[in-house]
């Protein structure tokens, strides 16, 4: 049997930054024949197709500096144009300071809610363990709650806004400001609020750019893909693989979701095994579309919290990048969350061709060139009052035989691609460290 230092398991962006960081011995297994998980992109007839819209928010020297560095020259920095669909108008994002456009009596209300909500003396205290709805009104005001914050996430997360904690929130949804919204109610203005207000993309080749520019700096002989993990046998520190084959480890990085991790774990403790069955996700059913005719206005993406659209985001990918799409075609990306089943593709394609001719980004279905949908299964970990705990618990357990989760789903948690490129970076670091 094979014996291996050190194996990572799966070839996501977490990984990959582990891996391109560690100069010991080592193995990394990818299921897929291609690295990159959803970081991929894929190419149909000229047009560029990610998993769904993946923008460097980079907020750290460190994960700044290695982007630079791993796409030299192939990197385009574009400041954010973000907006929202609702009430048959588009305001701009984000909502809570921008009622411009909207109906006089639903600006109205979002305004006086907002005051109401947050004038000197006013202020509802929210305990540090309310739910969303709660945190929501009490925060932003009825208005705002109403017309956007609760309507948006229990259609990206599938469940009760009630549900929530707010534990995910940091730097997601901007605090609100009363100057701002005034003015954003009396004037089209566009606001540098919130964490992504300029972002980074690969100028060709979509975010797998990134990918493979990780990847040519780890060996090739390294990395094994179409093989996955299938059984962790802990105290015999064996891993059973697809192909029938055993290796064994000393230690294990993984980027698997944390569920699954434990699922394929043999020995794991039964009472850490139904901790780890309750964790949820919902899941994100991604159609790009390859679209006739240039789009009339340069929007990046486009929100839609109300509940007659089945979407709750769409946007041009052609906008982050000129390479996305062929001369005078657009490319148009489309989001729709999910929890169970997946609902039948053709229907599904059929509401989202309606969707985007009320939004006004399509004509008829006869402007759709090229089509690409991807399925992601466990997309937004959720965030509910089970979480914290199941996730400390296992990751204790794990870590202390040997087994790092990383990434947006080995920590299931709401992570981004810099999270996933620094805990890479971090693990080598702690791994190297102890037995370098
Ligand atoms: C809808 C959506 C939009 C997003 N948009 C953005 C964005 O705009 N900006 C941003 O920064 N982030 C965005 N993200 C988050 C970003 O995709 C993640 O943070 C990042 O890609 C996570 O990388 P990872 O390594 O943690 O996991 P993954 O990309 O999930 O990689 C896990 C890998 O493990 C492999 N694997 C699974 N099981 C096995 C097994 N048994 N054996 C071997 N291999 C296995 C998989 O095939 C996969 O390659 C978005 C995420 C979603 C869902």
Redesign the pocket.
């Known amino acids: 049997m094979e014996f291996f230092d050190t194996v990572f398991?799966?070839?996501?962006?977490?990984?990959?930054s582990a891996a391109r960081a560690f100069r010991q011995d080592f193995v990394l297994?990818?299921?897929?024949e291609r690295?990159?998980?959803?970081?991929r992109t894929d190419r149909v007839g000229g047009f560029v197709f990610d998993?769904?819209?993946?923008?460097?928010?980079l907020r750290r020297r460190e994960a700044r500096a290695l982007v630079r560095r791993l796409l030299r020259g192939n990197l385009g920095e574009l400041r954010r144009d973000a907006w929202i669909f609702s009430h048959g108008v588009y305001t701009r994002y984000p909502f809570q300071e921008n009622f411009y456009g909207l109906p006089p009596a639903v600006a109205a209300e979002c305004l006086y809610g907002l005051f109401a909500a947050n004038l000197p003396g006013r202020r509802r205290r929210v305990s540090p363990g309310a739910d969303f709805a709660r945190w929501a009104r009490a925060r932003f005001g009825e208005g705002v709650a109403r017309h956007f914050l609760l309507p948006y996430n229990r259609k990206l997360w599938c469940v009760s806004p009630a549900v929530l904690t707010t534990e995910w929130l940091g730097r997601f949804v901007p605090r609100p400001d009363l100057r701002a919204a005034v003015l954003g109610t009396v004037s089209d203005r566009q606001s540098p609020a919130g964490y992504n207000a300029t972002f980074l993309y690969p100028r060709r080749g979509g975010i797998e750019a990134l990918i493979r520019a990780l990847a040519r700096a780890i060996p090739r002989r390294r990395v094994r893909t179409g093989?996955?993990?299938?059984e962790i046998d802990l105290r015999g520190r064996r891993l059973r693989l697809s192909d029938g084959s055993e290796i064994g480890f000393g230690r294990l990085v993984s980027?698997?979701?944390l569920s699954?991790l434990a699922r394929?774990t043999l020995d794991l403790p039964p009472s850490l095994r139904r901790e780890a069955a309750r964790l949820r996700c919902a899941s994100?059913y991604?159609l790009n579309l390859g679209v006739r005719g240039e789009p009339p206005h340069r929007r990046h993406w486009v929100y839609l919290p109300e509940e007659r659209f089945l979407l709750y985001r769409f946007g041009y990918a052609s906008h982050f990048s000129n390479a996305a799409a062929p001369p005078g075609c657009a490319n148009v990306y489309t989001?729709f969350a999910y929890r169970g089943r997946r609902p039948d593709p053709a229907a599904l394609r059929r509401r989202v061709l309606s969707d985007l001719r009320a939004a006004g980004v399509i004509r008829s279905a006869k402007d759709v060139l090229v089509e690409k949908a991807f399925d992601?299964p466990c997309?937004?970990c959720i965030y509910d009052r089970h979480r914290k705990r199941a996730v400390a618990r296992l990751r204790r357990y794990f870590e202390a035989r040997e087994v790092y989760p990383?990434?947006?789903?080995?920590r299931w948690e709401y992570?981004?691609?810099?999270?996933?490129l620094l805990q890479g970076l971090e693990i080598a670091r702690r791994l190297q460290g102890r037995r370098g």
Do not use: F, Q
Not at 415 to 420: F, K, N, P, Y
């Open positions: 398991a799966g070839g996501g962006l977490s990984c990959l297994l990818e299921r897929e690295l990159g998980g959803l970081c998993r769904t819209g993946h923008l460097l928010h093989l996955s993990v299938e980027c698997l979701p699954e394929r994100v991604n989001e992601i997309a937004y990383i990434g947006r789903y080995g992570g981004s691609m810099e999270d996933a």
